[in-house]
Protein backbone atom coordinates (compact mmCIF):
# COMPACT_ATOMS: atom_id res chain seq x y z
CA UNK A 1 0.00 0.00 0.00
CA UNK A 2 0.87 3.64 -0.40
CA UNK A 3 0.79 6.24 2.45
CA UNK A 4 -0.88 9.43 1.55
CA UNK A 5 -0.30 12.37 2.92
CA UNK A 6 -2.76 15.66 1.70
CA UNK A 7 -2.43 19.31 1.85
CA UNK A 8 -3.24 22.58 0.88
CA UNK A 9 -6.55 22.98 2.76
CA UNK A 10 -7.54 26.49 4.54
CA UNK A 11 -10.02 28.86 3.99
CA UNK A 12 -10.94 31.06 1.43
CA UNK A 13 -14.03 33.24 0.12
CA UNK A 14 -16.54 32.52 -1.94
CA UNK A 15 -15.54 31.93 -5.54
CA UNK A 16 -11.72 31.55 -4.68
CA UNK A 17 -9.81 28.66 -5.53
CA UNK A 18 -7.67 26.11 -3.63
CA UNK A 19 -5.21 23.85 -4.34
CA UNK A 20 -4.94 20.28 -2.62
CA UNK A 21 -2.00 17.91 -2.97
CA UNK A 22 -1.63 14.77 -2.16
CA UNK A 23 1.64 12.86 -1.22
CA UNK A 24 2.53 9.73 -1.83
CA UNK A 25 5.22 7.23 -0.40
CA UNK A 26 6.21 3.47 0.16
CA UNK A 27 4.99 2.39 -3.46
CA UNK A 28 4.74 3.43 -7.10
CA UNK A 29 2.29 5.65 -7.16
CA UNK A 30 1.92 5.54 -11.23
CA UNK A 31 -0.07 2.20 -10.98
CA UNK A 32 -2.50 3.38 -8.35
CA UNK A 33 -6.15 4.96 -9.26
CA UNK A 34 -6.49 7.70 -7.13
CA UNK A 35 -8.96 9.55 -5.92
CA UNK A 36 -10.57 12.73 -3.86
CA UNK A 37 -13.60 12.25 -1.16
CA UNK A 38 -14.55 14.75 1.02
CA UNK A 39 -17.03 14.70 4.29
CA UNK A 40 -18.20 16.77 6.88
CA UNK A 41 -19.22 15.87 10.39
CA UNK A 42 -21.79 14.00 10.72
CA UNK A 43 -22.51 13.13 7.34
CA UNK A 44 -21.84 10.61 4.57
CA UNK A 45 -18.46 10.07 2.78
CA UNK A 46 -18.95 12.10 -0.64
CA UNK A 47 -16.74 11.13 -4.02
CA UNK A 48 -15.02 14.15 -5.59
CA UNK A 49 -12.86 12.85 -8.28
CA UNK A 50 -10.85 10.00 -9.51
CA UNK A 51 -7.85 9.30 -12.08
CA UNK A 52 -7.31 6.13 -13.61
CA UNK A 53 -5.12 4.22 -15.46
CA UNK A 54 -1.87 6.76 -15.56
CA UNK A 55 -4.21 9.97 -16.08
CA UNK A 56 -5.99 8.71 -19.18
CA UNK A 57 -9.67 8.42 -17.26
CA UNK A 58 -11.16 10.89 -15.26
CA UNK A 59 -14.40 11.24 -13.91
CA UNK A 60 -15.89 13.93 -11.23
CA UNK A 61 -18.92 14.03 -9.06
CA UNK A 62 -21.81 16.10 -10.77
CA UNK A 63 -21.44 19.29 -7.94
CA UNK A 64 -17.52 19.84 -8.81
CA UNK A 65 -17.59 18.86 -12.67
CA UNK A 66 -16.79 22.23 -14.39
CA UNK A 67 -14.81 23.44 -11.41
CA UNK A 68 -12.72 20.93 -9.98
CA UNK A 69 -9.59 19.37 -12.11
CA UNK A 70 -8.36 16.11 -10.63
CA UNK A 71 -4.19 15.77 -12.17
CA UNK A 72 -1.22 13.88 -10.88
CA UNK A 73 2.77 13.91 -11.36
CA UNK A 74 3.98 10.32 -10.94
CA UNK A 75 7.45 11.61 -11.35
CA UNK A 76 6.63 13.79 -7.64
CA UNK A 77 4.46 10.72 -6.40
CA UNK A 78 1.65 13.44 -5.83
CA UNK A 79 -1.64 13.95 -7.30
CA UNK A 80 -3.74 17.32 -6.42
CA UNK A 81 -7.13 18.71 -6.88
CA UNK A 82 -7.64 21.88 -8.63
CA UNK A 83 -10.50 23.58 -7.02
CA UNK A 84 -11.91 26.81 -8.63
CA UNK A 85 -14.84 28.68 -8.60
CA UNK A 86 -15.45 27.40 -4.57
CA UNK A 87 -18.81 27.61 -2.89
CA UNK A 88 -19.62 27.35 0.47
CA UNK A 89 -21.44 24.03 0.45
CA UNK A 90 -17.71 22.84 -1.31
CA UNK A 91 -16.32 23.00 2.59
CA UNK A 92 -15.55 19.70 4.01
CA UNK A 93 -12.37 17.94 4.82
CA UNK A 94 -11.02 15.95 1.74
CA UNK A 95 -9.43 13.07 1.58
CA UNK A 96 -7.09 11.32 -0.70
CA UNK A 97 -7.10 8.20 -1.83
CA UNK A 98 -5.33 5.39 -4.26
CA UNK A 99 -6.12 1.72 -5.02
CA UNK A 100 -4.27 -0.55 -7.42
CA UNK A 101 -7.07 -1.20 -9.67
CA UNK A 102 -10.21 0.90 -9.26
CA UNK A 103 -11.52 4.18 -7.43
CA UNK A 104 -15.54 3.21 -6.60
CA UNK A 105 -17.31 5.81 -6.34
CA UNK A 106 -19.03 4.86 -2.86
CA UNK A 107 -15.50 4.23 -1.80
CA UNK A 108 -15.47 0.86 -0.28
CA UNK A 109 -12.61 -1.32 -0.71
CA UNK A 110 -10.14 1.55 -1.27
CA UNK A 111 -6.29 0.96 -0.50
CA UNK A 112 -4.81 3.72 1.20
CA UNK A 113 -6.64 6.90 3.05
CA UNK A 114 -4.94 9.74 4.17
CA UNK A 115 -6.08 11.99 7.16
CA UNK A 116 -7.76 14.68 5.25
CA UNK A 117 -6.92 18.42 5.30
CA UNK A 118 -9.54 20.63 5.67
CA UNK A 119 -11.24 23.38 3.60
CA UNK A 120 -13.20 26.53 4.15
CA UNK A 121 -15.60 28.50 1.95
CA UNK A 122 -16.62 31.87 3.23
CA UNK A 123 -19.38 33.21 2.12
Same mark, same amino acid.
Given at each position: ? *???????????? =??????? @?????? %????? $?? *?? /????? #???????????? /? %???? @????????? %???? &??????? &?????????? #?????? $????? =????? #? &???????? /????????? @??
Amino acid at each position: Q *VQLVESGGGLVQ =DGGSLRL @SCAASG %RTFSN $YA *VG /WFRQA #PGKEREFVAALL /W %RGRI @SYYADSVKG %RFII &TRDNAKN &TAYLQMNSLK #PEDADV $YYCAA =DRSNM #P &TNGDDIDS /WGKGTLVTV @SS
